[in-house]
């Protein structure tokens, strides 16, 4: 069992910056991938970020790439999100979620999160 806690939700200005953090705690907790997914009102969840047990292996959603920075400290358990740049569409709430690969973490993650949300306004 994995257990997942968010922190570091809050509001934004648009081009403003948040950075996410989630506590992961458990067995085996840093073999297993990470990832950032977020739910925009009226939308459905979708995958952001992930990394791998060993940082080797990110993916992004095309639209954060360049804005949105993932990352982990194994020796702290602990997963950030790091946000510059925000823009309205980044509002929703963001779920820590945690899987055997990057691609479960994607697509079908086995542990979750509560979430934090974040809001971007003018």
Same mark, same amino acid.
């Given at each position: &069992?994995?257990?997942?806690? /968010? ?5 934004? &200005?648009?081009?403003? =910056? ?25 939308? /459905? ?9 060993? =940082? ?43 899987? /055997? ?8 993650? &086995? ?10 306004? /003018?």
């Amino acid at each position: &069992q994995v257990q997942l806690a /968010e922190s570091g939700g809050g509001m934004a &200005q648009i081009g403003g =910056s948040l950075t996410l953090s989630c506590a992961a705690s458990g067995q085996n907790v840093n073999w297993h991938s990470v990832g950032w997914h977020r739910q925009s009102p009226g939308k /459905e969840r979708e995958f952001v970020a992930g990394i791998s047990g060993d =940082s080797s292996l990110i993916k992004y959603k095309d639209s954060v790439k360049d804005r949105f920075t993932i990352s982990r400290d194994n020796a702290r358990n602990m997963v950030y999100l790091q946000m510059i740049n925000l823009q309205p569409e980044d509002t929703g709430v963001y779920f820590c979620a945690a899987a /055997e690969s990057i691609t479960f973490v994607r697509a079908r993650p &086995q542990y979750w999160g509560k979430g934090t949300p974040v809001a971007v306004s /003018e």
